[in-house]
């Protein structure tokens, strides 16, 4: 028994796409990203019935009488059928619903906002909602018996249900992680024995995992050894004695439940792709069909030739398998034994037999086992090796253009829309953020024009079906509009305009630059297929394929252009993106610092001083949930936020209601980011990394908090090291005046000690800036410790008192306010100040330190010691002097 494959049909556009059978089998019913509903009498129907339901459907289900399809408008519409007339609305979601089943008179979806709702009858109301997950729903199935829902999302775990309570059962991890629905490629898609209820089946990895209801426990597991890659979706046959899965590599297996082994079933072609979504003709169980991500419709039929043989094809198997002309070893023994008149041993036949075959057993299984083992599948082709899908040209800010209201362009500084009438005749219209800049403009596209860029000096419009370029210049006066053809029937790939140029790549991996009143300046040759193209002023950044993708990324590059009068510059930097990711957006900060956006939300910021990619925001993070993404329009600096528009549930945004611009402050993915000390060392990090409005304020101050908690933690060597990694003089001495606040003093000390570095490295640090034009770099030489030898030398004498002088000294010391009394009347009259905790040198050791008795010569004052009394009281001591030298003078008097 083997299956064999019909050929491939196109239904739909790439995407997810789904199908199912007409209760009685008489249609097939297939939906797809491109909003049609196709309805199929056979896989060989040359003209299907289609219907179109909107933008995008994203499931299907059949009741007998109605047909229920999930739409772009996040509900679950119902339809009649055959007619495809509108019969209401059943559910209503936040998302689009991913999911439908209808089974014994109840009806559940799941949505991409991570809930599922159940429905009894054909009505909409009395919903039943459960929620649980927190990821988008993948797929679902229903037991109405036994009231039993069970659903696998994006968040990696399987849930079980009892819809009528609303109560989870069971829940079970590992399976693989996504937040939307439209990047999942493995579906779990668990499915219910139909009759019973007793197993319920769904796919991990490269087999399928079947359950005991009754416990929940692993009952078996089932896997094809001809099967290469992972299963992304599953389905019991209408009687439960077979079961078909897909897998992400086109093949289709199909097994014996009872037996618990694979059916042999016709290798796939190399056109296709993974399946989505596959069903059982429900008239029968010889009939599966499935579609593909690329939205080809195939069947998998069994074979007739291997049905109608029977025995005779296993006898034949057999017959081929032993040969005509097959004999035994040891013939002279069997001749023995007929001599003895005792006949053939069946043992001696049996072991040679056994010797020539793996196992024959003389039951129905054995022969079925030997007929599955030695069935005539096709020589396996050599593996071949799945590459990532290398992402074609696209404009940063715009939508897709199959769209029929779509935007070309939205930007920082304004929104360029177009519509497509039914007619055929279609408009574009600009707005501007700023009324300044220009007035709003409506233009008839007559040139079909789906590429789009604007900036403060230009609107540039062309199309990647043509090869003229239009231009209209925003600020000048007179003939404000030109336009070119390219030569060589060159067509446009990518298009941008910025303050003072308008930059173009075509398809011959050329850029052509000009300027905005239509001069042209450059013509550059592109290293790869172009991707995006974006602009600020006088510098461009194209991004291109520097090589073939792997088979979990693509590899990119950029091609920074500075141009300055006539002169013009190139730099080529990589482009960093996360295996499994795609560049959505690409432009420039206002600060001019070119950044990019992946499809996951993850922003980065290219430095050129450091010639490094640095991520500044990950906008997933800041979603409330994992189904709504942010369209990104800006990059701020100056403000340190990221302009977006929360799309709901999509990719992209809708034209009609406009949605509202959201700022989202900008936030480097560290670790433990909620405690405050991640807080501080994101805003240390974000002030020294971005141009900042005053950067070196916001740096002290971040850096002075972060010294400060250090303390507080009782971490005296990170705050040392903090200092030290900074190295700013005047930060050094906020810290020396906290430590010395705070009683700190050993630390006081050891931060005194790193003055001599701390000028060095900022010295050097300005011959960098003034050397660094001309490539030369400045050596950071750092002081030299000084040893004990260095130290060793005369030291002073102590001063020798009489004891009588000694006792004036103690009287004195024990009465400070005879010091405060002398000192007043030589000091002008301020207001009464509270003592505060920290005091200064003058208020420790008087005002003059310029007499000092014995003819000593006075420690120079330094920025140090005047900081840290504490270090001067400790010198004066090593002399003998204990007080200060006004205090020395009253003691003598």
């Given amino acids: 028994m083997s299956f064999s494959r019909s050929d491939l049909r196109y239904a739909h556009t790439n995407g997810y796409t789904g199908l199912l059978y007409t209760p009685r089998g008489e249609f097939i019913i297939t939906c797809g990203t491109d909003g049609d509903i196709r309805h199929w009498t056979c896989i060989s129907d040359d003209d299907p019935r289609s219907s179109c339901l909107g933008e995008f459907v994203m499931c299907i289900a059949h009741t007998g009488s109605r047909l229920l399809a999930s739409t772009d408008r996040n509900t679950v519409h119902a339809y009649t059928f055959p007619e495809m007339d509108s019969d209401g609305i059943l559910m209503r979601f936040t998302a689009p619903a991913t999911c439908l089943k209808v089974a014994g008179g109840y009806t559940a979806a799941g949505s991409e906002d991570t809930t599922i709702k159940v429905v009894k009858g054909e009505a909409a109301g009395n919903e039943t909602v459960l929620e649980g997950h927190t990821g988008p729903v993948l797929a679902l199935d229903m037991h109405a018996e036994r009231k039993l829902l069970v659903s696998v999302a994006g968040d990696g775990h399987l849930k079980v249900w ?79 004695e077979r079961l078909a899965a897909g897998t992400t590599k086109g093949e289709v297996s199909i097994f014996d439940v009872k037996k618990r082994k694979a059916l042999p079933v016709e290798m796939p072609p190399n056109d296709c792709n993974s399946i989505t979504c596959l069903a059982w003709n429900r008239s029968g169980e010889e009939e599966v069909a499935f579609c593909d991500a690329t939205g080809q419709l195939g069947t998998v039929f069994l074979s007739d030739a291997t049905e109608a043989g029977g025995a005779e ?106 519509h497509v009438e039914p007619s055929g005749d279609g408009s574009i219209d ?11 403009l409506h233009i008839s596209n007559y040139n079909q024009h789906n590429l789009a860029s604007v900036s403060k000096g230009a609107l540039a419009l062309a199309s990647n079906e043509t090869s003229k370029l239009v231009v209209i210049a925003l600020a000048a006066a007179g003939n404000k509009e030109w336009s070119l053809s390219l030569p060589d029937c060159e067509s446009v790939d990518a298009l941008v305009a910025t303050s003072h140029l308008v930059a173009v790549a075509t398809s011959s991996s050329f850029l052509r630059i000009f300027s905005v009143m239509g001069t042209q300046r450059e013509v550059l040759t592109i290293p790869g297929p172009v991707v995006a193209l974006s602009g600020h002023e006088h510098s461009l950044m194209v991004v291109y394929h520097s090589s073939a993708p792997s088979q979990t990324q693509q590899h990119l590059s950029a091609m920074l252009v500075n141009t300055n009068g006539l002169n013009l510059r190139l730099e080529y930097v990589p482009v960093p993106l996360t295996p499994g990711r795609q ?80 700022e989202l402050r900008m936030q480097i993915p560290l670790c433990d980011i909620d405690v405050e000390k991640s807080e501080l060392e994101d805003a240390l990090l974000r002030s020294s990394l971005m141009q900042v409005e005053g950067a070196e304020k916001m740096q002290k101050e971040t850096a002075i908090k972060l010294f400060a908690l250090a303390c507080s933690s009782e971490c005296e060597t990170r705050a040392r090291e903090l200092i030290e990694s900074i190295a700013c003089t005047d930060l050094l001495q906020l810290a020396v005046k906290y430590a010395t606040k705070r009683g700190r003093i050993h630390l006081s000390d050891r931060l005194c000690e790193l003055l001599p570095q701390l000028e060095a490295v900022q010295e050097a640090r300005k011959q960098q800036t003034l050397l660094g034009a001309s490539g030369i770099a400045a050596t950071i ?109 009253l003691a003598k008097k």
């Fill in 781 to 889: 030489v750092l002081p030299m410790t000084p040893t004990s030898a260095s130290q060793s030398g005369p030291k002073p004498k102590t001063i020798e008192l009489s004891s009588a002088k000694r006792g004036t000294l103690k009287r004195l010391a024990n009465s400070p306010n005879i010091f405060k009394s002398a000192s007043a009347a030589s000091r002008p009259s301020t207001p009464d100040i509270p003592p505060s905790p920290l005091d200064t040198q003058e208020n420790i050791f008087g005002e003059s330190e310029s007499e000092v008795p014995m003819s000593k010569t006075p420690d120079p004052r330094t920025p140090l010691n005047a900081v840290n009394p504490f270090a001067m009281k400790r010198k004066l001591g090593d002399t003998g002097v204990i007080f200060g030298s006004e205090k020395l003078k």
């Fill in 162 to 240: 009892n819809f009528e309570e609303g109560k989870e059962l069971k829940s079970i991890g590992g399976l693989p992680k996504v937040n939307s629905f439209e990047a999942a490629s493995l579906y779990g898609t668990p499915h219910f024995e139909p009759h019973r209820g007793e197993f319920l089946a769904y796919a991990v990895d490269n087999e399928i995992v079947v359950l005991n209801t009754a416990n929940w426990e692993v009952a078996f597991k089932l896997r094809d050894d001809l099967v290469s890659s992972n299963y992304s979706c599953c389905q019991f046959s209408p009687n439960g």
């Fill in 583 to 662: 560049l959505a957006w690409l432009g420039y900060s206002d600060a001019g610092s070119p950044s990019i956006a992946d499809n996951m939300g993850l922003l980065q910021l290219y430095r050129r001083s450091s010639n490094a990619w640095f991520p500044i925001c990950d906008t997933m993070k800041q979603s409330t949930s994992v189904s709504h993404n942010y369209f990104v329009v800006a990059v701020s600096e100056l403000r340190q936020i990221v302009q977006a528009v929360l799309c709901r549930g999509t990719s992209y945004p809708m034209t009609n209601p406009r949605p509202m611009l959201q």
């Fill in 313 to 418: 094809a296993l006898e034949d198997h057999q017959a081929e398998l032993l040969g005509d002309d097959f004999e035994f070893e040891g013939g002279q023994d069997l001749e023995a034994a007929a001599n003895d008149g005792d006949g053939v041993s069946l043992e001696q036949l049996k072991r040679k037999v056994m010797s020539f075959v793996d196992s024959v057993d003389v039951d129905e299984t054995s022969n079925q086992s030997l007929a599955s083992s030695s069935r005539t599948a096709p020589a396996p082709a050599a593996p071949q090796i799945k590459l990532f899908k290398q992402q074609t040209a696209f404009q940063p800010g715009a939508t897709p253009s199959d769209l029929e209201h779509r935007y070309m362009a939205w930007n920082d500084v304004g929104i360029v829309t177009a």
């Fill in 430 to 440: 600009v707005e501007f953020h700023d009324a300044s800049i220009h007035h709003a």
